[in-house]
């Protein structure tokens, strides 16, 4: 017997939601050592606290590091399915959604522009993604669901490239350590959503560009993440995640303004 749809979650706002179960982890990553952290550690969990919440109710903000990596992503896509247009020699345009790319091939650089920021990449890297991902579908849309104590979940979510055998997800970042997106979440939602669509695919890859901006350029160093999901593991633990959010959301109800997450539409 189906239950009630009473939740709508997107795969990253899991990822935002067990950052602040992690908060005491990150919180001695950066600040564990410091004799003068800009937070104590209650404090740190407060802000966690709110991030989450205004990540649920989507308020707007501006970040630059964020800007810089979705601008990535864009530059990738169009790439792969040529999306771009010259406008004159040797200067092609994208225009995106959010995004205007403009590829310099005499220079090799690639300049991106969204909000209100400007953005420099190499050619070299942005084509080093787009060749690995030849053939790919690009920010494809999925959803499933999935069934709590509390009644079901919607997951849901975009894919940055979906290959014939494998899920890939683009990470820009100025700092990568191996691992670091073992406890995020787009692995295990992904292809669960996907399996319920009737596609089996179970591998999974973060493919992370890290950069390091200097006075000569912007170097650059690329690495690969690989998981496979295994329903019979993941699936519990899925719903684990779903609950505690759930329990989560429902504590602090008073304070959502967006009422998609309740499956409410306004």
Known sequence: MNQPLRYQFYATLLDKYQSYLDFRII?????????????????????????????????????????????????????IER????????????????????????????????????????????????????????????????STRYGDVRLYGYIDELMPLCVHDIKFTKSYTVGKFRRNWQHIVYPFTLNQEGNNITDFEYNIAQYNDKKSGTEYETFSEHYSYVPDRDIPRLVEVCEGLIEFIEAHRDVITDKKIFNITE
């Open 27 to 79: 919180y001695n990553q950066y600040w564990g050592f410091s004799e003068e952290p800009p937070f104590t550690e209650e404090e740190f969990e407060e802000k966690q606290r709110q991030d989450l919440i205004n990540q649920i109710n989507r308020v707007p903000f501006k970040s630059a590091a964020a800007d810089r990596g979705t601008a990535f992503n864009d530059i990738v896509d169009c790439l």
């Open 83 to 146: 999306t771009f247009k010259e406008v004159q020699k040797n200067v092609y345009i994208y225009n995106g959604e959010k995004t205007v790319v403009i590829i310099l091939p005499e220079s090799q650089k690639v300049v991106a522009c969204i909000n209100d920021f400007m953005f420099e990449y190499d050619l070299s890297v942005c084509k080093e993604f787009a060749e690995y991902y030849k053939g790919a579908i690009t920010q494809l849309f999925t959803a499933g669901i999935l």
